[in-house]
C-alpha cells in the first residue's frame, strides 16, 4: 500500500513557520504587516468556499487580508480601475483577482493588469514567462505546482534524473508544473486530452502529476509500480449518503492507484491545503521584498 502524503498536515506546518517569521520580522521592523488583496467578481458558491479559505489561513498567520467584492455586472474596465488602484496602493504586497470571471471579462487581460511585483499566483507572463527561460528567475510561481514539488521534496523523492509525467496543460496547474519539473531535472513528459496512448506514457512515470479535472479517470494498472502520484484534481461527485449530497474527488482512482504507487496524495487533504500555504509564503516573500529584506 502507498504512503499518504498529508497535504493538510504539512500545509500546516508552514503556516506555522510563516507565522513566526511574521512575528520576528513585526518586531525587528516594526510595522511589517504583510497585506493580501483579493478582488472577487459576483457570488459563485465555490470562488467564495475558496476565498474563505485563503482569509481564513491569512488572518490565522498575521497576513492582513482584504476583500474587494464587486458586483458580477462590473464591467471590464471599471475591473482595470480597481486592479490598477490596488497595484498603486503600496500598503498591498500580494494581489489576486479569484477566477473564473464573468463572461463580459477577458481573464487575459484582467491577469496581465496585475502588477507583476504583486502576482502573488504567478499567473503574470511575466513570472510565467521567466519560469519558461531556464536561467530567469520568476518573481512568484503558481502556488500549485510550487505546493507539488514542496511536497516532492518533504517526502525526499530524487527528481532529478527521474522520469516524470504531468497530465493537464492548464496555464495556472499543468504547463508550469512541467517547467518547475524540467528545471529540477526530470526528464518531464506533458499529456494533454489529445494524448494518445495515454496508459502506455504513464507507465514510464517514476512521479505522476495529474491535474485534469476529471474524476478518477487514471486507474491503478496504469501507473507504474513504486510511482509517486500527486493527484491535483479536485471534483465533486454526487453522494447520497454525505449530508452535503457530494463527496470530493481526485482525478485518479484512488483504491487502485494506491495499490500500486510507492507514495500518494489524498483529495481532499492533499494538494488543496498545500496551494494555500504558498499563497500565503509568496505573500510574505513579496512584503519581505518590498521592505528590501532578504
Ligand atoms: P483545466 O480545465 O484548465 O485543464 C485541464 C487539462 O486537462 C487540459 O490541459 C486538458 O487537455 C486536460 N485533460 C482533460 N481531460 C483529459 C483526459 N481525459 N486525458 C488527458 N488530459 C485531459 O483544469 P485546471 O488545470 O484548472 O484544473 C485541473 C484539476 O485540478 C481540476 O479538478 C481542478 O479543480 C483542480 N485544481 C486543484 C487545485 C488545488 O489547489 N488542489 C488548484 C487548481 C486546480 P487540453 O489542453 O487538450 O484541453
Partial sequence: MATLIDGKELA???????????????QKYPGFRPHLAIVQVGLREDSTVYVKQKERAANEIGIEITLHKKDSTISQNELLDAVNELNNNPSVHGLL???????HIDEKVITEAVDPKKDVDGFHVYNIGNLAKRHNKPMFLPCTPKGVIEMLNFIGVEIAGRRAVV???SDIVGLPMFM???RADATVTLCHSKTQNLPEI???ADILVVAIGQPEFIKGEWIKP???VIDVGTNAIEDDTRVSGVRWVGDVDFVSASNVASYISPVPGGVGPMTVAMLLDNTVQS???FWSID
Fill in 97 to 103: 483577482v479569484q477566477l473564473p470571471l464573468p463572461e
Fill in 226 to 228: 513504486g510511482a509517486v
Fill in 12 to 26: 500546516k506546518s508552514i503556516r506555522e513557520k510563516l507565522k513566526q517569521e511574521i512575528t520576528d520580522l513585526a
Fill in 180 to 182: 518547475l519539473l524540467s
Fill in 287 to 289: 512584503a519581505k521584498r
Fill in 167 to 169: 497530465v493537464g496543460r
Fill in 202 to 204: 504513464l507507465k514510464t
